[in-house]
């Protein structure tokens, strides 16, 4: 189903502070997967620099660019604004802890709430669900320098022949959809670069699906994939354990009520 956005107005990042974060956040439920839509928010991310725990101001200050350090900065602190909202907490006392792989949880003892974030030029993605493995990616639609080059290094074998069975005017499209669908799948496991990405296969084509694994026949019964839509200049895809979901789409700020529904699973 096509994302459909209804229209919102800004929310400044100095009206978004505790007392609101919880009124913004729409329930989440068992079977309910939420993906935000985050744009790009820099003219006011200072202001949250004391949102931020000490070892994300530090990462902060590490950037060379100030922008970026700016998009840092106002991507971690909307997310401790939403994440609060939905545990109904303080944004300043959530903690998080990684896996060796470096995949961030919430650190409190069976915590339900599960998240991926990531980011491209020009928008942020945020997924949230309870009780699953989830994983996200979202790419700016662009030609892509060397791409027979990065996909012969990092596709399976399957991809590549798929890829170059692609019309040369939607190569681009379909090697991001393929780079998305790949990405969101390692994020969800939290196995980052130890996952070797040319030894499983995912679909190119509209509907976003894992195909194949070397290491394990039964993988692709595990794992269900969906493909996002954030906006006419952007790519995205979703991983997630299988199961009965229902996606709903949010941009930031929320009304309460879903931007639109991406697709429904019965």
């Given at each position: 189903?096509?994302?459909?956005?209804?229209?919102?107005?800004?929310?400044?990042?100095?009206?978004?502070?505790?007392?609101?974060?919880r009124?913004?956040?729409?329930?989440l439920?068992a079977?309910?997967?939420?993906?935000?839509?985050?744009?790009?928010?820099?003219t006011?991310?200072h202001?949250f620099?004391?949102?931020?725990?000490p070892?994300?101001?530090?990462?902060?200050?590490?950037?060379?660019?100030?922008?970026?350090s700016?998009?840092y900065m106002a991507d971690?602190?909307?997310?401790?604004?939403l994440?609060?909202?939905?545990l109904?907490?303080d944004?300043q006392r959530?903690?998080f802890?990684?896996?060796?792989?470096g995949?961030?949880?919430?650190?409190?003892?069976?915590?339900?709430?599960?998240?991926n974030?990531?980011?491209?030029k020009?928008?942020?993605?945020?997924?949230v669900?309870?009780d699953?493995?989830?994983?996200?990616?979202?790419?700016i639609?662009?030609?892509?320098?060397?791409?027979?080059a990065?996909?012969?290094?990092?596709?399976?074998?399957?991809?590549?022949?798929?890829l170059?069975?692609?019309?040369?005017?939607?190569r681009?499209?379909?090697?991001l959809?393929?780079?998305?669908?790949?990405?969101?799948?390692v994020k969800a496991?939290?196995?980052?670069?130890?996952?070797?990405?040319d030894?499983?296969?995912v679909?190119?084509?509209?509907?976003?699906?894992?195909?194949?694994?070397?290491?394990?026949?039964h993988?692709?019964?595990?794992?269900q994939?969906?493909?996002l839509?954030?906006?006419?200049?952007?790519?995205?895809?979703?991983a997630?354990?299988?199961?009965?979901?229902?996606?709903?789409?949010?941009?930031w700020?929320?009304?309460?009520?879903?931007?639109?529904?991406?697709?429904?699973?019965?």
């Amino acid at each position: 189903m096509p994302l459909m956005l209804s229209h919102t107005e800004p929310l400044s990042l100095r009206e978004a502070t505790h007392g609101t974060a919880r009124s913004m956040t729409p329930p989440l439920t068992a079977g309910e997967i939420h993906v935000w839509a985050l744009p790009p928010e820099t003219t006011e991310a200072h202001s949250f620099y004391p949102l931020l725990s000490p070892a994300e101001r530090e990462r902060a200050q590490r950037f060379r660019f100030p922008e970026l350090s700016a998009r840092y900065m106002a991507d971690h602190a909307r997310l401790r604004l939403l994440l609060a909202g939905y545990l109904d907490s303080d944004p300043q006392r959530l903690t998080f802890v990684e896996n060796q792989q470096g995949k961030p949880r919430i650190a409190w003892p069976d915590c339900r709430l599960r998240f991926n974030l990531s980011h491209t030029k020009g928008m942020t993605l945020l997924a949230v669900c309870l009780d699953a493995e989830i994983g996200v990616d979202v790419e700016i639609l662009r030609p892509v320098e060397d791409r027979e080059a990065i996909a012969a290094m990092y596709f399976s074998p399957r991809e590549v022949t798929a890829l170059q069975e692609e019309p040369k005017s939607h190569r681009d499209l379909a090697f991001l959809r393929c780079w998305t669908r790949k990405e969101a799948y390692v994020k969800a496991r939290g196995e980052g670069l130890s996952l070797p990405l040319d030894q499983f296969a995912v679909s190119l084509g509209e509907r976003a699906s894992l195909l194949h694994c070397q290491w394990d026949e039964h993988e692709t019964s595990r794992w269900q994939m969906e493909d996002l839509h954030p906006g006419s200049a952007h790519v995205g895809a979703l991983a997630v354990e299988q199961g009965a979901w229902s996606l709903q789409h949010y941009h930031w700020p929320s009304s309460g009520s879903p931007a639109g529904n991406i697709g429904d699973r019965a």
